[in-house]
């Protein structure tokens, strides 16, 4: 079935250190793909998202490549924050005879100042 | 910008009792879903609704829980008798479209059930 794939948390940064959260997943034909964010106490907010091969989705500093050849939707950011600390989900989206979208199991972010 | 809003934001209940989880989806979407995180857990899927009909459920989705659309602008999740493991943050979501349209998601109801 489908399924997504992150790396496991948690990872802690510098401020200003480059980020990587490695996402894969599992899934027959083209799914959508995103990146959730959960700050502390808080509900999921769309981080970024990309619909086809080779789309590159990004805000605030984070970017996404959809890769189909690896089944790769991998997270980075070039120079984090503090305010980036967060639980980030990969999840995708497709239909399978209704619509849900299947998340990874969240990798956590601390930044240091 | 439109939004999912979502009440009560924290609800704690005693174990058997029936509690009614309120959503206000984004006004011109019309597939609705409802999804919980246990406490450091992945977030995962309970529920699909298109056209006053259930879409698709989960295996969660047991006989205690039910969906309801009552009037233009609700949509409600009940679960009818309360169990521990029902401690959970809910979350509520909508979208336009269902071809692979990106859904919203709603701040969260913090459910604990003691």
């Known amino acids: 079935g489908n399924s997504v794939t992150q790396m496991e948390g948690p990872v802690t940064l510098s401020e200003e250190a480059f980020l990587t959260i490695n996402c894969t997943y599992t899934?027959?034909?083209?799914?959508?793909l995103f990146w959730y964010v959960q700050y502390p106490g808080e509900g999921l907010q769309l981080l970024l998202k990309?619909?086809?091969?080779?789309d590159k989705g990004s805000n605030k500093g984070f970017e996404a490549t959809y890769r189909k050849e690896t089944t790769s939707f991998h997270l980075e950011k070039g120079s984090v924050q503090v305010s980036d600390s967060a639980v980030y989900f990969c999840?995708?989206?497709?239909?399978?005879?209704?619509?849900?979208?299947?998340f990874g199991a969240g990798t956590r972010l601390f930044v240091k100042a | 910008e439109p939004e999912v809003t979502q009440t009560p934001s924290h609800q704690v209940t005693q174990m058997g009792q029936e509690v009614i989880l309120r959503c206000v989806p984004i006004s011109n979407h019309l597939y609705f879903y409802w999804y919980r995180q246990i406490l450091g857990q992945k977030v995962e899927f309970l529920v699909s609704?298109?056209?006053?009909?259930?879409?698709?459920k989960s295996e969660i989705f047991d006989d205690q829980f039910s969906v309801e659309r009552p009037d233009g602008s609700n949509f409600t999740l009940k679960i009818r008798s309360t169990k521990l493991e029902d401690s959970a943050m809910y979350f509520c979501a909508s979208s336009e479209r269902a071809d692979q349209e990106t859904q919203y998601f709603g701040p969260g109801t913090r459910l604990l059930v003691l």
């Open positions: 899934a027959t034909g083209y799914p959508s």
């Open positions: 990309a619909t086809k091969a080779d």
């Open positions: 999840a995708l989206s497709k239909d399978t005879g209704g619509f849900k979208t299947i």
């Open positions: 609704f298109y056209n006053n009909e259930i879409s698709e």
